[in-house]
């Protein structure tokens, strides 16, 4: 059967195949979510991937750099400056996963935010967080200078479905001992699900649209290649008892 088809549509056949047999990229998730932190928190990097029987071990990079561990979790249990950057994992039967970074800050207080760019309906979660888990008083946040929310105690602030208009800098402000902290400002996006983000997922990336538009062209040219080539054969030969004999031309 494979004989019958045109070359084009094997090389079709055969790069859907390979693009099958790819291995699942691995993960990184952050254990607390938060990927920004302050310095002396604890952080766990854990790697989610297919491994073979009986084999866990795991490649970890730090900005490009292997590093020693090998274990599914990756513990800093005092992180530093220096462990800021993009981290990947692999495992046995994965390919590398997507880096995720890991911002290390030096202050009093950090504004945590579950994602800088957030959908409509989407929620917004931010908390304010003390170095050390130092108790946090009066804590208050605010989006563009102005207040949202104010607690006696350090809770989070929680907005269930983001709006457009909720787009801004925000930042948190508390009562450390005796002295008034403030917080780094961070900036928020709230997009319509309509922006480019959301019609570029529905195309093909570029490099795989070019690839079909040219095995396209190249199976219709070879198709009518086929069956011109048959044609001329078939008004060219006499087939008798199984044998082929070429006509005279006139």
């Given at each position: 059967m494979w004989q019958l088809l045109p070359p084009a549509a094997l090389l079709l056949l055969v790069s859907a195949d390979t693009q099958t047999a790819d291995p699942s990229k691995a993960v990184v998730l952050l254990d607390p979510?938060?990927?920004?932190?302050?310095?002396?928190?604890?952080?766990?990097?854990?790697?989610?991937?297919?491994?073979?029987?009986?084999?866990?071990?795991?490649k970890w990079w730090h900005n490009g750099t292997l590093i020693s561990s090998q274990t599914p979790s990756y513990f800093i249990a005092d992180v530093k400056?220096?462990?800021?950057?993009?981290?990947?994992?692999?495992?046995?039967?994965?390919?590398?996963?997507?880096?995720?970074?890991?911002?290390?800050?030096?202050?009093?207080?950090?504004?945590?935010?579950?994602?800088?760019?957030?959908?409509?309906?989407?929620?917004?979660?931010?908390k304010c967080h003390s170095w050390k888990k130092t108790p946090v008083a009066k804590v208050q946040?605010?989006?563009?200078?102005?207040?949202?929310k104010y607690s006696h105690g350090n809770s989070d602030f929680h907005i269930p479905e983001a709006k457009l208009e909720h787009s801004g800098s925000y930042f948190c402000r508390g009562i450390i001992g005796s002295k008034n902290e403030s917080s780094e400002s961070v900036q928020i996006t709230v997009q319509?699900?309509?922006?480019?983000?959301?019609?570029?997922?529905?195309?093909?990336?570029?490099?795989?649209?070019?690839?079909?538009?040219?095995?396209?062209?190249?199976?219709?040219?070879?198709?009518?290649?086929?069956?011109?080539?048959?044609?001329?054969?078939?008004?060219?030969?006499?087939?008798?008892?199984?044998?082929?004999?070429?006509?005279?031309?006139?």
């Open positions: 979510q938060w990927n920004q932190v302050l310095t002396n928190d604890r952080v766990t990097l854990k790697c989610q991937g297919d491994y073979p029987v009986e084999d866990n071990s795991t400056v220096q462990d800021s950057g993009e981290y990947k994992c692999q495992t046995g039967l994965s390919a590398p996963s997507d880096p995720v970074k890991l911002e290390v800050h030096v202050g009093w207080l950090l504004l945590q935010v579950a994602q800088r760019v957030v959908n409509v309906g989407k929620p917004i979660r931010l946040y605010f989006r563009n200078g102005r207040g949202k319509a699900p309509e922006t480019l983000q959301t019609v570029s997922s529905f195309f093909l990336p570029w490099h795989q649209i070019t690839f079909c538009l040219v095995m396209g062209v190249l199976f219709a040219v070879d198709t009518g290649l086929y069956f011109s080539v048959r044609r001329h054969l078939q008004s060219s030969e006499e087939w008798r008892d199984g044998k082929v004999t070429w006509s005279k031309g006139p």
